[in-house]
């Protein structure tokens, strides 16, 4: 089993930013490629940011060059600084995570963190 705990959320002011943090802990041999999703109220789950294993990073047109996302490959922890918030930025954040089980390393599956509230005020 493998468990993603996110932190960082919370409320702050237009223009203003916050950095989240998810650490991923249990049955880990490797993790792959790593994610920032958001859902807002009435929306789809969106992906935000994606960064590989080796540190290639792709983004939402609506956050680039405002977010940035990072990893600490030996701390299992993906990282996303958020500059520049909007109120449409509004919305519960999710951490996912590509695990390679220490238990059966061939094979891959996704695992989703809790979610964290960003609320962006005007």
């Known amino acids: 089993q493998v468990q993603l705990v996110e932190s960082g959320g919370g409320l702050v002011q237009t223009g203003g930013s916050l950095r989240l943090s998810c650490a991923a802990s249990?049955?880990?041999?490797?993790?792959?490629?790593m994610a920032w999703y958001r859902e807002a109220p009435g929306k789809q789950r969106e992906l935000v940011a994606g960064?590989?294993?080796?540190?290639?990073?792709n983004y939402a047109d609506s956050v680039k060059g405002r977010f940035t996302v990072s990893r600490d490959n030996a701390k299992n922890t993906v990282y996303l600084q958020m500059n520049s918030l909007k109120p449409e930025d509004t919305a519960v954040y999710y951490c996912?995570?590509?695990?390679?089980?220490?238990?059966?390393?061939?094979?891959?599956?996704?695992?989703w963190g809790q979610g964290t509230q960003v609320t962006v005020s005007s």
């Open positions: 996912n995570a590509h695990i390679v089980p220490g238990r059966y390393p061939t094979i891959q599956y996704a695992a």
């Open positions: 249990g049955d880990i041999f490797k993790i792959n490629d």
């Open positions: 960064i590989t294993s080796g540190g290639s990073a």
